[in-house]
């Protein structure tokens, strides 16, 4: 199901635009003309491989953060992590000449640092949920405020500073794919791997640690995964939201909580959903194009008050 799901996204994605091209030419049942052609494999194609392996990145990165940080409203974007990862990253940027290379394990040493910042914030005899989004709230104000001051003092050199800031897939190239799926390829192999010790998670820290694993170790080397993953998001489409928190939660609804499965399935589920909101994005006020973000952020914040009043 999460499969087919993804795969008509992509195949939707690929259709809808300014110039729609019909399925059967998408499929190969018919012949592009020479300009559809350089619309899908320049345009479309590059921009829909971004969409999905955004959506995966940043639906293995909250389910992650809910397991380590026993937090069912976990998300990159909510408790700051994002917010790290794109205040090192766009200093990087603004600051650091000829600094593409330096983007993203910049982004990823703010999102690491953010998440440690939350993790020691919100303990205190234990890490409850409601501290958690309380400490993470706190950290990505702070942390957004030092992006908007960034953005004020090198104002002179913000190109497209709005969009990033929404987060956005306009004018993504075969440039941002080879930029981002070395860090999907490897964050999703790692999480893969590392499904077994998030189910012992599950079973809390006195549990886990009869049963031999190294629970702070482990927390720690879990975190930086799911950091990396967000942060190489963040660099490629600026601060996307909800998306770490609406997928895991509807992947863990339909196939239950056995990270052995809901790993995939909510990488399949966050691909679809990415791709499918972005061509939704582009289609819907056009010829305006509506960054995507705007409509995950439509989406996403009923779904998170409604968890939040289910929680407390």
Known sequence: ??????????????????VEIGAEKILGLAEMTSTERQILENIRLPR????????VNLSLSGAIL?????????????IGISSGAGLFGI????????????VTPAAFLGAMLAAILIYILAWKDGIKPIRVILA???????????ISAMLIFYSEKVS???MWMVGGLSARSWQHVEILYPYTIAGTILTFFAAKHLNVLQLGDDVAKGLGLRVNLTRTILTAIAALLAASAVCVVGLLGFVGLIVPHTARLLIGSDYRILLPSAALLGAAVVTFSDTAARVIFAPVELPVGILLAILGAPF?????????
Do not use: W
């Open 48 to 55: 829909t491989i971004v969409a999905m392996l955004v959506g």
């Open 66 to 78: 809910q397991a380590v940080m026993k937090n069912p409203l976990a998300d990159p974007h909510i």
């Open 1 to 18: 199901m999460f499969c087919a799901t993804a795969a008509l996204s992509f195949v939707v994605s690929l259709m809808n635009g300014s």
């Open 160 to 162: 497209g500073a709005l």
């Open 136 to 146: 993470g709230v706190a950290v990505s104000a702070f942390l957004g405020a030092g």
């Open 91 to 102: 200093f990087a940027m603004l600051v650091m000449k000829d600094a593409g290379a330096l």
């Open 304 to 312: 998170f008050l409604y968890l939040l009043r289910k929680e407390i």
